[in-house]
């Protein structure tokens, strides 16, 4: 089955990835926001490997009503590593807000959360000279299953091409605490909230079709014929085409000869 | 001829033709006092790999200060390098030269240059026309970049032509992780590189960069492959390394008597089929 990696290779590569995209840009250190689950945790474990425990700042942002649980697992993954952490409160940041759209749904009031969480931490990089990492998952950044400028927001993002599967694998490999790699997944926007519940499929399943259909550029008729259910592959289909405009840059409208990006061209580390 | 090689396998920064200009020309005076008969560089060495619209701005022509420069040098030691290559009429090519003795004894100018997956050569290089062998005081040697090695024509070219030793500069981007302990492309490109050592009767000298552009990674491996097939000498993964290799004339001599393939193949048999196809594809 093709999802299964060499963790002490992929360690090896996102070490590396790490500490010289850092180094290029002129500073050494780090920000990232710990939530208490596995992706974030496995971020710092690299980032801690790849720029030193001392060199990475985590910040947990929890809200009234976060799960307790995860600052507890947050602070956990923290201590195990020995980078420097804090606790930043975001809810009077976000009822403040709300305070004059009380109606407003879950949806919203969860996007504001990642959003805000994202201005703190961006706010943090230029304080301490950092660069803010990523903790979107290959399988959320598909499924479009995160908050555009909120989560899917970063400087650099070392697990981006993993699916969640192999998130697990690799956070075995670098001695996440059990207590984060055995817990069910979640956004934990309210109570009692998992992503496999709200998404209606298990990352399992989804990643071995997205496997399949990404990766390695089966079509339909061959999905079919290995044995995905023809609805649920059009149902994630669907979730990836519909999504694809929160995996690019906003679009500009083309005047000139040369628009940016897309025919003035230069590669991010131009110069580096 | 008994030589030995320098493989330099180097870091270049994007862009940065005059700091990769004087990390390359370090490491050549370290092949010069260690006592390398040859330093091999990677492809666009002194450039960098995904140029995208600063390849017209670090191109440089025949007659570049730089270029001058590395001749000098190569006064004490053969240098072979990759660098983006301004032509007269404005084109720019992905190319690699042979330096020795201050002259530019070979420019080879890649012919395949790939746009797939998260390749665009061709979008801003323009294609070279020819695969030739040359001679060198070490025998007769070709010059391959990259994805020129993939196609079984150009090596094979180069073999028919007179060349034992074969020069390969590359960029290769890491992918394909899997359960193995090595890379999809470490492994693919070491099948490569032993398969036409051995189906050719000659020598390889592979040279492939490590770092990292826009978070694609290069995995470095370079290798001395002996024409048996076998590895004589195999660089670091992922990290800077500078290896050094023996090519023993005896070794060659003797693979080319026990496997005398390349005396055996058939120009005349290999011509008129290729004739018939293309005939037969044109009409």
Known sequence: ?272 | MNFTVALAQIKPKLGCLADNGEMICSVVERGISEGADLAVFPELALTGYFLRDLVPEVALRMDSPLLTRLLNLSRRIDIAIGFVEASDDYRFFNSALYLSNGEVLHRHRKVYLPTYGLFDEQRYFARGESIRAFDTRFGRMGLLICEDMWHLSAPYVLAMDGATTLICLSSSPSRGISEDASLGSTVAWQKLTSTTAMFLNCRILYCNRVGYEDGVNFWGGSEVVAPSGNVVVRGKIFEEDYVVGSLDEGALRRERIFSPMMRDESLPITMKELRRIETERSR
């Open chain 1, 1 to 272: 089955m093709g999802l299964k990696v060499n963790a002490k290779l992929l360690r090896q590569l996102l070490v590396g990835f790490i500490r010289e995209e850092v180094c290029k840009v002129g500073v050494r250190k780090a920000v990232l926001g710990l939530s208490g689950g596995i992706d974030s945790a496995l971020v710092a474990f690299l980032a801690a490997e790849a720029l030193g425990p001392e060199n990475v700042y985590a910040f947990v942002m929890p809200y009234r009503t976060s799960n307790p649980e995860s600052e507890a697992h947050a602070r956990l993954a923290a201590e195990q590593l020995g980078i420097p952490h804090e606790v930043v409160e975001i809810t009077s940041m976000v009822e403040s807000y709300f305070s004059r759209y009380p109606d407003a749904d879950n949806m919203r009031r969860g996007n504001k959360m990642a959003r805000e969480r994202m201005t703190i931490l961006y706010d943090q990089s230029a304080a301490l000279s950092a660069l803010v990492l990523g903790t979107s998952n290959k399988t959320e950044l598909l499924l479009g299953y995160g908050t555009l400028f909120g989560d899917m927001a970063s400087a650099l993002n070392p697990i981006g091409d993993i699916y969640k599967t192999q998130v697990w694998h690799l956070s075995e490999e670098m001695g996440v605490p059990r207590a984060i790699i055995e817990k069910k997944p979640s956004a934990d926007l309210w109570a009692g909230q998992t992503d496999e519940q709200e998404l209606g499929f298990t990352y399992r399943e989804v990643d071995e079709l997205l496997y399949h259909m990404v990766d390695l550029r089966m079509n339909r008729e061959e999905l079919v014929a290995d044995g995905f259910d023809p609805l649920f592959i059009d149902t994630i289909y669907h979730k990836i085409q519909n999504s694809h405009f929160k995996r690019r840059l906003p679009v500009i409208a083309k005047v000139s000869n040369r628009t940016i990006d897309r025919d003035f061209r230069y590669s991010r580390d131009w110069g580096k």
